[in-house]
């Protein structure tokens, strides 16, 4: 079993950027497909970005295609989410997620806590 935390959630301006991070624990991170999800106020739970296991293959979410990046370090056991570009819309509770398989599907293995990130117009 892994454990995740996510850090690096905040308040930022339209326009401006944060990265997010998630630390593995308990199990290494290659053995998991990783991704990060998003939860806003009366919103359904919505699939941001996956990385597999190597880093080969990525998937994203129409909505933030060309402004969010995943990238993984596995020998840091650690997951990022790079946003720049940020609009009020993505506005959320970020969480972060390991899974078994590829392609990503909606219902991950595990998660973590999440991280709040707020984007002032």
């Known amino acids: 079993q892994v454990q995740l935390v996510e850090s690096g959630g905040g308040l930022v301006q339209a326009g401006g950027s944060l990265r997010l991070s998630c630390a593995a624990s308990g199990r290494t991170l290659s053995s998991y497909v990783m991704g990060w999800f998003r939860q806003a106020p009366g919103k359904e739970r919505e699939i941001v970005a996956a990385?597999?296991?190597?880093?080969?293959?990525?998937h994203y979410a129409d909505s933030v295609k060309g402004r969010f990046t995943i990238s993984r370090d596995n020998a840091k056991n650690t997951v990022y989410l790079q946003m720049n570009s940020l609009k009020p819309g993505d506005t959320a509770v970020y969480y972060c997620?390991?899974?078994?398989?590829?392609?990503?599907?909606?219902?991950?293995?595990?998660w973590g806590q999440g991280t709040q990130v707020t984007v002032s117009s």
């Open positions: 990385i597999s296991w190597g880093g080969g293959s990525t």
């Open positions: 997620a390991a899974d078994t398989r590829w392609p990503p599907r909606p219902e991950y293995d595990y």
